[in-house]
C-alpha cells in the first residue's frame, strides 16, 4: 500500500539485491499495516525515501517517517532525524521541536524545542513559525527582561504572511 511501483517495472537494477529489496518492502508495508505502533517498521520507511528505494527520493516523507519512528522509541531514527536536522533540513527541524515540545519519543525540553523551531522558522517554515509563535505566547520559555508577546507577535506576523490561517486569526 506503501509501495508505488517495484524497481523492475521502473527499470532500476539492483543487482542481486532486487528481489531482496522488493520483499523487505512488502514485510516492513505489512508489518506496519498491521500494526501503526512498529517503530522498526516506520524507520525503514525513512530510509527508503531518503534513499530513494522502492519509492521515489523525498527527504521530506523520510523525515516525516523518521520522526513517527522516534516517537515510537526507536533511537537510530531519532539519530537519522537529528542528522538531518543539523544539515539544514527545515522540516526535520521542525519535526524535532515537535517531539521536544511534547515530548514524545523524547524527553520534554522546551529551549531544544524552541531551538529547533528556531531553525525551521528562519528557514521560512511556515508551521515551525507559527509553533514559534505559541512557545513564546504561552510563556514555555522565559527569560526575565525579554518581551514574548512581541517576539510571539513577529513569528504569528510571519506565519500569517504566509497564509498560515490560525496565524492570521491571532
Known sequence: YYLRIFPRLMGINFGKHNNFIIEKSRQYGRLFNNNHDNGLA????????????????????????????????????????????????????????????????????????????????????????????????LGAVYNKGEDYKAKAFRWYFRAAKQKHADAQYK
Open 42 to 137: 516506520a524507520y525503514h520507511f525513512g530510509v527508503q525515501y531518503e534513499w530513494g528505494i522502492v519509492v521515489d527520493q523525498s527527504y521530506q516523507d523520510a523525515a516525516a517517517w523518521y520522526a513517527k519512528s522516534a516517537k515510537l522509541g526507536n533511537t537510530e531514527a531519532l539519530k537519522a532525524l537529528e542528522k538531518a536536522a543539523d544539515q539544514g533540513h527545515a522540516d526535520a527541524q521542525y519535526k524535532l521541536g515537535v517531539m521536544f515540545y511534547k515530548g514524545r519519543g523524547v524527553k520534554q525540553n522546551y529551549t531544544q524545542a524552541i531551538k529547533w523551531f528556531e531553525n525551521a522558522a528562519n528557514q521560512g517554515h511556515i508551521d515551525a513559525q507559527y509553533n514559534l509563535g505559541e512557545a513564546y505566547f
